[in-house]
């Protein structure tokens, strides 16, 4: 998964109106709507038409109508949330880790694709068959592509795995670039124009299903624990009722088109504690995550 800093706050956020979700059930209910905002990651209308599904179920099951609403950006998503403008947002992993250094905020669900068919994904580092490269340790001397330097797959994570098991990636590759993104990595290590690169799995399987690599020319080299996916937060401080009807809410959301995710199959519960993984890779990395906000 690739972010910028702006990316690092959401790839596509979703929040609920803390101006209707601060209020009783009839008071929200005399409101009369709900409003949901979606910062863009693809056209805002493609999008607000790829979300409706989505928020009509959540209405259902909050009993008011949903309005979705593209919001310009999200750089303020974190600030918003801590300052109690906001009562639920959609982060990504290293965002929400971010958030909770300033902002009293927990995850509470996470979504899992059709695509996907899972709530979490693998970052991975593969060599084309011909290099001769089996281990982390035949990487020594050899061309490496990164895919950006805040990307969580295409970087954060191989870069942590390697330097776990001794591998100086500032010294012992012969020579790094990055390509920018995940295609072009594999791409790349499909033509042997780079002997080995870092790829997240899911897009690897993309990219062989598009026909831009074959996996029987690849070798898998490393491959990272489990990267939980991007969590629907809240904040910890919202009403316990309230947090079990919104929870209950999106738990209820199965089998419709999400955004530009393509069809989801559902969302399922999760905790703070889920994301410790980020946390252990940012400290690996010597990262100053309330630094990175």
Same mark, same amino acid.
């Not at 909770?100 to 996470?110: K, L, S």
């Not at 012992?172 to 995940?182: C, E, I, K, P, W």
């Not at 889920?274 to 400290?283: F, L, S």
């Given at each position: 998964?690739?972010?910028?800093?702006?990316?690092?706050?959401?790839?596509?956020?979703?929040?609920?109106?803390?101006?209707?979700?601060?209020?009783?059930?009839?008071?929200?209910?005399?409101?009369?709507?709900?409003?949901?905002?979606?910062?863009?990651?693809?056209?805002?209308?493609?999008?607000?038409?790829?979300?409706?599904?989505?928020?009509?179920?959540? *209405?259902?099951?909050? !009993?008011?109508? /949903?309005? #979705?609403?593209? =919001?310009?950006?999200?750089?303020?998503?974190?600030? $918003?949330? @801590?300052?109690?403008?906001?009562?639920?947002?959609?982060?990504?992993?290293? *965002?929400?880790?971010? !958030?909770?250094? /300033?902002? #009293?905020?927990? =995850?509470?669900?996470?979504?899992?694709?059709?695509? $996907?068919? @899972?709530?979490?994904?693998?970052?991975?580092?593969?060599?084309?068959?011909? *290099?001769?490269?089996?281990?982390?340790?035949?990487?020594?001397?050899?061309?490496?592509?990164?895919?950006?330097?805040?990307?969580?797959?295409?970087?954060?994570?191989?870069?942590?795995?390697?330097?776990?098991?001794?591998?100086?990636?500032?010294?012992?590759?012969?020579?790094?670039?990055?390509?920018?993104?995940?295609?072009?990595?594999?791409?790349?290590?499909?033509?042997?124009?780079?002997?080995?690169?870092?790829?997240?799995?899911?897009?690897?399987?993309?990219?062989?299903?598009?026909?831009?690599?074959?996996?029987?020319?690849?070798?898998?080299?490393?491959?990272?624990?489990?990267?939980?996916?991007?969590?629907?937060?809240?904040?910890?401080?919202?009403?316990?009722?309230?947090?079990?009807?919104?929870?209950?809410?999106?738990?209820?959301?199965?089998?419709?088109?999400?955004?530009?995710?393509?069809?989801?199959?559902?969302?399922?519960?999760?905790?703070?504690?889920?994301?410790?993984?980020?946390?252990?890779?940012?400290?690996?990395?010597?990262?100053?995550?309330?630094?990175?906000?």
């Amino acid at each position: 998964m690739k972010f910028t800093r702006r990316s690092l706050l959401a790839s596509t956020s979703l929040v609920l109106a803390p101006s209707l979700l601060g209020l009783g059930a009839s008071a929200r209910a005399a409101a009369g709507t709900l409003t949901v905002g979606l910062i863009p990651s693809e056209d805002s209308r493609a999008m607000i038409a790829n979300s409706q599904a989505m928020m009509d179920m959540l *209405s259902k099951s909050l !009993g008011m109508p /949903v309005k #979705p609403f593209v =919001a310009a950006d999200y750089n303020g998503v974190i600030e $918003a949330l @801590r300052s109690k403008r906001l009562d639920v947002a959609y982060l990504g992993p290293f *965002s929400y880790v971010m !958030g909770t250094t /300033v902002a #009293p905020i927990e =995850a509470f669900a996470v979504a899992e694709t059709k695509k $996907a068919g @899972r709530a979490f994904y693998h970052a991975l580092i593969v060599a084309h068959k011909d *290099s001769g490269i089996k281990t982390v340790a035949d990487l020594k001397g050899k061309t490496f592509a990164f895919v950006d330097p805040t990307s969580t797959s295409g970087h954060l994570f191989p870069k942590a795995g390697l330097m776990k098991e001794g591998f100086n990636t500032d010294k012992d590759f012969g020579r790094v670039v990055f390509s920018g993104s995940h295609d072009s990595n594999a791409v790349a290590v499909q033509n042997k124009k780079i002997e080995a690169v870092a790829i997240a799995d899911r897009i690897l399987d993309s990219a062989i299903a598009k026909g831009l690599a074959k996996r029987e020319d690849l070798v898998v080299v490393w491959k990272s624990d489990p990267i939980p996916e991007s969590p629907t937060v809240w904040r910890k401080d919202l009403d316990p009722a309230l947090k079990k009807r919104v929870q209950a809410a999106f738990l209820d959301v199965k089998d419709i088109p999400w955004s530009d995710q393509g069809m989801l199959n559902g969302f399922h519960p999760t905790n703070d504690k889920a994301y410790d993984v980020i946390r252990e890779t940012a400290k690996i990395l010597n990262l100053d995550l309330r630094a990175m906000k």
